[in-house]
């Protein structure tokens, strides 16, 4: 049976993934570790992409291309750009955009050419799928599952659906998220990879599916704590947000 994919951009988002795994066998490739094993018997492959766009693309190719699997779930953190979004709450794409990318006066800005379109849409059904999960979770599970001392605890109950952007950059200026939300006045979300794993799914026809736990406000104290946010906060919720995804696997 193929495998649900799941992956990160960094080992501190997966290792709360990864622990779940039953009888697990490691690969390496590319330089990167693959693995497989089962989730709730669900056959599953993990795997860390690293940061940024290229190395996302790189490593979904080989994941679609050794491990041929059936969908493709990106979990991992970013930084909140709608008013709305606060940290400790939890964005599900339902479409991707290079926010980076302009190849105009070609093609309008942000059309990917081989696809026509900006706004590169993530699978209806998974979509709603992930977005049952997160709320399932959330609501239910995530105040026990993050650690006592955290702040987060108790604030990470918003979930939204929409538009996240991606780009080779760190958002950490207010000057830079407001320039974002400027041109992108809907985007709810910034990070390093999605758009580029959406690209080459989309490409491959396999379905794909996102969420990020927002760490912070793409602002000067973005890099605050960063790392501690995710072993604390963001890897159990990856944890358990898989975990709630793939019970309807």
């Known amino acids: 049976m193929h495998p649900v994919a799941i992956l990160s951009a960094m080992d501190q988002e997966i290792s709360s993934v990864e622990r779940l795994v039953a009888d697990p066998v490691t690969y390496d490739a590319l330089g990167r570790r693959f693995r497989t094993g089962s989730i709730l018997g669900c056959e599953v492959v993990t795997a860390i992409t690293g940061y940024g766009k290229v190395?996302?693309?790189?490593?979904?190719?080989?994941?679609?291309?050794?491990?041929?699997?059936?969908?493709?779930?990106?979990?991992?953190?970013?930084?909140?750009?709608?008013?709305?979004?606060?940290?400790?709450?939890?964005?599900?794409?339902?479409?991707?955009?290079?926010?980076?990318y302009d190849a105009s006066p070609i093609?309008?800005?942000?059309?990917?050419?081989?696809?026509?379109?900006?706004?590169?849409?993530?699978?209806?059904?998974?979509?709603?799928?992930?977005?049952?999960?997160?709320?399932?979770?959330?609501?239910?599970?995530?105040?026990?599952?993050?650690?006592?001392?955290?702040?987060?605890?108790?604030?990470?109950?918003?979930?939204?659906?929409?538009?996240?952007?991606?780009?080779?950059?760190?958002?950490?200026d207010p000057d830079e998220a407001a320039d974002l939300r400027?041109?992108?006045?809907?985007?709810?979300?910034?990070?390093?990879?999605?758009?580029?794993?959406?690209?080459?799914?989309?490409?491959?026809?396999?379905?794909?599916a996102l969420f990020r736990i927002i760490s912070d406000r793409a602002d000067a104290d973005a890099a605050v704590d960063f790392l501690s946010f995710v072993s604390t906060v963001s890897a159990p919720f990856a944890a358990g947000i898989v975990g709630e995804f793939l019970t309807t696997c």
């Open 107 to 172: 093609f309008d800005p942000y059309v990917i050419p081989s696809l026509g379109v900006a706004e590169i849409p993530t699978n209806p059904d998974l979509t709603e799928q992930l977005v049952a999960a997160v709320a399932r979770f959330v609501h239910s599970r995530a105040s026990t599952d993050i650690e006592a001392p955290s702040r987060y605890a108790r604030g990470a109950t918003g979930v939204h659906r929409g538009l996240v952007a991606s780009g080779d950059r760190f958002i950490s």
């Open 55 to 100: 190395a996302a693309a790189a490593t979904t190719a080989v994941v679609l291309n050794r491990f041929q699997p059936r969908m493709v779930v990106f979990a991992g953190v970013a930084g909140g750009i709608g008013r709305d979004v606060n940290i400790g709450d939890v964005v599900v794409a339902d479409h991707l955009i290079q926010h980076d």
């Open 182 to 208: 400027r041109r992108l006045p809907s985007v709810l979300a910034v990070e390093m990879e999605g758009a580029a794993v959406a690209q080459v799914c989309a490409e491959s026809r396999v379905p794909f």
